[in-house]
Each structure stands twice: as C-alpha cells, then as structure tokens.
C-alpha cells in the first residue's frame, strides 16, 4: 500500500456500527480518493505516503452529508432582504422600507424568510406591505418556500385580478369581494408572480451557487440531497465544475420535481435524466409532493387544521400520485415524497404498500413527517420507507408552550405529534437529516445539536418542545453519515470510515459524540475533505508533515 496522504486525528469515529470497547482509530490512509486503510498513529508510522496532515487532538468523522436541501432554488428564494430575524410586523416594515430605498429603478423589492407568526391572528395581506415599500413592486417569500406575499403593484403587473384554477393544490388568495390578498399559496400561485420579476443574469446566478457551495463546505458538508432541479440547476452544476480543477466542493445527488398534472410521456422524461451528472453531482432519484405545509394551511390532515384548512391533497387526484410512484419505482429509480401532515404520510404509506415486492425497487423516502399519530410510526417501520426529518424546522418555528402558528392549527393533540424523531429510530427507521435550507440555516452543527436538545442550541432559557423526541449523540450524527448514506442507497460505498470506501470526512474541533450540544453548535469544522482532497481547511489547523 502506497497511499496519496494519511491523516492523523486525536480521535477517528467510523461510524461503521461497530460499538466495541476496543480505542478508536487515529488515522486514515487515502488511495486515488478511496480509504485504504485505518489504524492507530502507531501504524500509520508504516505508511509511506506522500503526504502526512496531523490534525493532533482533534476528531475525524465520515463527511457529514445534508439529506435535504435547495442550493439552486434557494437561490431564488433568497434574493433580496433577509426577514427571518424579524419578530414582528413593525420590524418586517422597517427591513421592507430600506430594502425599497435601496431598490434601482426598475427593479423590485426582495424579501424572504418571512415568519407568519409576526401577523398574529390576523391574515397575511398586501396592504400590510405596500405603503412600506413605497409602491414599489413587491415580492416576499414566506420562511416555508411554500408560499409569498405580493404587494398590489406586484399583483397588478402580474395581471393577476381573481381566484384561478391549477392542477395542483394551489390558491391566488381573495377576499370576498373575489380580489386578490396579495398571499400566494403553493408554486403554482406563487409563479403567477415570480415568472415577472426581472430575472438574475446566469453569471450572476452562477457566482452565486459558487459562493454558497464553498459555504456548504465551510460548514462541514461533503455532500448533499439536492430536492429541487431548476431549468438551469444542471448547466450550472455543468459550468462550476469545468470552471475548477477538482470539481465542485461536495458532492450534490439531484432529484427533480414530479408535479401533479403530468402523466406517462413527463414522467419518462424524467427517468431519461437519471445518471445526468458529473464528476461530483449526478440526477439520481425523483421528488414529489402529497401536501404543502402546516404553516399556511396546505398540509394534508386527517381532520382540519383550526381555522378549516390543511384537509386537501396536493394531487387532487391521489391515485395519480400513486401511479406516478408505481412507474418510478418499478423502474429503479428512488423517490423521496414531501409529506408533512398526518393524512399525507399515511397516503404515502398506502401508495407503497400497495406495491407488489416485485415492482418495489430502490430506495424511497418520505420528506418532513411532522406531525404523525402513534399508528402510523408502526406502518412506517414495516414499509422499509426512510424518514428525512429536519430537526431545526421544529426547533426554529415551534414553541413549546403551542403558542406558534403551526401548533395553533393544529391543536394539542397533533402538535405533541411533532417530528417523531426518537420514536422513528426506536421503531427501526433509517433516519436522514438535513436542514432544508433556504427554509432553516444549513450548518449542521447546530443542527445536530438542536435534535439532541429539542430546542434552539445557544439558547438554554427556551423550553424543549417534545423532549422526548430527542436524538442522542450518536443518533444525531447517523443522520448526516451512515443514515444518510443508506437514505441515498449508497451504504456500499459512503457513510462510515471502512476501507474501500469514499474519502469523504470532516474534522472538528470538539468531539460530537461527547461535547455539549450547546458547544457543539458553537464549535469550528476545522477541515473537510472529498475523495481524500481538502475542500476546506481552516486557518492554522493540520500540521503537513513530510
């Protein structure tokens, strides 16, 4: 064996499965950006290697992978002023009326992360915006990506004057006398408005991407679950990766959207575009949608939310959804299903279940599960269906007393149901995590740190909601490695430090298995690497050796 680099950590966690007393590795020797071999310092000592980094006491981990994100539409969505810390409406009117000062002629004013809870009882409405913004055109993603504000200069130049029809579960929201709020519900809608706002130039959209994706790595990523594919998502995947020597920073797995209205010919389609890819991103797996979200009444409940909403499907006609799955999956090609309320999971549920095992190929995962009853975690474990949860959407946008919006609509209940993290790995769910980013921030420590401790990490005051929903340690960083390894069908050759495996890993400062959540959030990523290459590596960390 003749390595290209051994690194050397104070501690190495496999994350291979295997709990045995015996010491943690210290080192790993990478080959052509597969690990050839793990051992202790003393025999790495027999290595001959061309290159030698000793990171001295810190912790060495598979590359942390988020199963849930939106690089390219997050783009999109996050133009403009950032609303997210905003706690009220007079502080969402303050950022608007400096967005609009700052607005050239001809452009619009930008906002997203708008957090519902700021209107309080009262619904979301354009009048509520336009004097902020001076008239101006308008366009405001809320935080849920499922929905927007448009001010009425917006609405005006969109010609949108009433209710309109679509074939999904989507709504131009009126008021009774048929004219339109200015709230959006659903894609659908949503591009009424979005489809005339002065567009980005592809240059612009490209810097941007790469910016983000050195973010990502930055962050401790060496891979993620790409749940959107935009019309220009691949040539610019394409055009970053001719432009660096090494590829792009992590790996990305793509899934492009199957939307209702479609049938047979849009569905091949999208089966011709599986293996679409490059050096470090391929198309690999279809994402579709069964309900929207709790938060502005699109969730798919079994019974209505309390303001009689969330009882829709988002395919109005759910056997099509059913056949879409039944088409994809009879032909290898995984799918993940955006199912957020309790009605929605157990449709997804039924659309599996109702597979012969000869057609159930690959692997298929359901997206969010937030709110879920006790029979339906059983049936989940005997599906063989993987859960992809984001912890943060429950510690960012719910309190623990039900004060918040999602709570509110759905009652006690429902929200003592929420994000069944621990009951689904207690019931043998495989369980990826991720942060669904632009909707939550996309840095996993603290992500991991928040599914540990059911509430904000940083914030020790707050109350945990659900606490007995909590992951431990351990749990928490399957779900960004070996979990999320198996939720991508990619056990054989990622997600745990084992020879003959990817060099994909990532260094901290502390070790997550044993620090405090609270520090873990707080602590540095000191290096990541894919295929045995450094994509990051932070400022006086890892000392080369000859």
């Known amino acids: 064996m003749n390595p290209d680099v051994i690194i050397l950590a104070g501690t190495v966690h496999t994350m291979d499965g295997m709990l045995s007393g015996s010491p943690a590795p210290q080192a790993v020797a990478v080959r052509d950006g597969v690990i050839a071999a793990v051992g202790s310092r003393a025999d790495a000592a027999g290595w001959p290697a061309a290159e030698v980094i000793d990171f001295g006491d810190a912790v060495l981990t598979p590359g942390l992978v988020d199963c849930h994100i939106h690089p390219v539409f997050g783009l999109e969505l ?80 969109a010609g949108v004057t009433g209710p309109r029809s679509f074939d999904q579960a989507a709504e131009v929201v009126c008021d009774g006398s048929g004219r339109p709020t200015g709230l959006l519900l659903e894609a659908a809608a949503v591009e009424l408005v979005a489809r005339v706002v002065p567009a980005e130039s592809f240059a612009e959209r490209k810097a941007r991407l790469a910016e983000l994706l050195t973010q990502f790595s930055r962050s401790g990523l060496t891979g ?176 623990a007393d039900h004060s918040d919006n999602w709570s509110t609509r759905l009652g006690t209940e429902r929200a003592n149901n929420a994000w069944r993290c621990a009951d689904l790995r207690a019931a043998g769910t495989v369980l990826g995590l991720g942060s669904d980013w632009p909707i939550a921030p996309f840095e996993p420590l603290p992500i991991l740190a928040d599914a540990q401790l059911r509430r904000r990490s940083g914030r020790p005051g707050e109350q945990p909601i659900v606490p007995g929903q909590a992951l431990t340690a351990r749990q928490a960083l399957e779900g960004y490695t070996s979990h999320a390894a198996r939720a991508a069908g990619e056990w054989q050759v990622s997600g745990s430090v ?49």
Request: aromatic share 8%; charged share 20%; glycine share 10%.
């Open 498 to 546: 084992t020879v003959g495996k990817r060099a994909d890993f990532t260094v901290f400062d502390v070790d997550p298995l044993a620090a405090a959540p609270d520090d873990l959030a707080a602590a540095r990523v000191l290096a990541t690497f894919v295929d045995g290459q450094a994509q990051h590596s932070a400022v006086g960390t890892g000392r080369q050796l000859a």
């Open 78 to 157: 996050t133009r403009g002023c950032d609303l997210s810390g905003a706690a009220d409406l007079a502080a969402v009117r303050a950022l608007l009326h400096a967005e609009a000062a700052a607005t050239a002629p001809g452009e619009w004013v930008r906002g997203w992360g708008l957090d519902p809870n700021v209107f309080g009882s009262a619904p979301a409405h354009r009048g509520l915006i336009d004097d902020a913004v001076s008239g101006l055109p308008c366009l405001i993603r809320l935080f849920d990506g499922h929905s927007a504000l448009a001010s009425s200069r917006a609405i005006d130049i």
């Open 224 to 399: 993620a679950h790409v749940m959107d594919c935009n019309d220009d998502s691949l040539d610019l995947y394409r055009a970053l990766e001719e432009e660096t020597d090494g590829g792009l920073p992590l790996r990305l797995r793509i899934l492009p959207w199957c939307m209702p209205g479609t049938g047979e010919p849009d569905w091949r389609g999208l089966a011709e575009q599986i293996g679409v890819g490059g050096r470090r991103w391929e198309v690999a797996g279809i994402k579709l949608f069964v309900d929207g979200t709790v938060d502005n009444g699109t969730a798919w409940l079994f019974e209505p939310d309390a303001y009689g909403e969330s009882v829709a499907p988002f395919w109005p006609r759910p056997e099509e959804y059913a056949a879409a799955v039944r088409y994809f999956a009879g032909r290898g090609i995984p799918t993940a299903t955006h199912a957020i309320g309790d009605a929605g999971v157990a449709a997804v549920l039924a659309a599996f279940e109702s597979l012969p095992p000869v057609t159930l190929q690959g692997v298929h995962r359901i997206e969010h599960l937030e709110t879920v009853p006790d029979e339906l975690i059983g049936r989940f474990s005997r599906s063989g269906l993987i859960a992809s949860m984001q912890p943060t959407h429950c510690t960012h946008y719910s309190r």
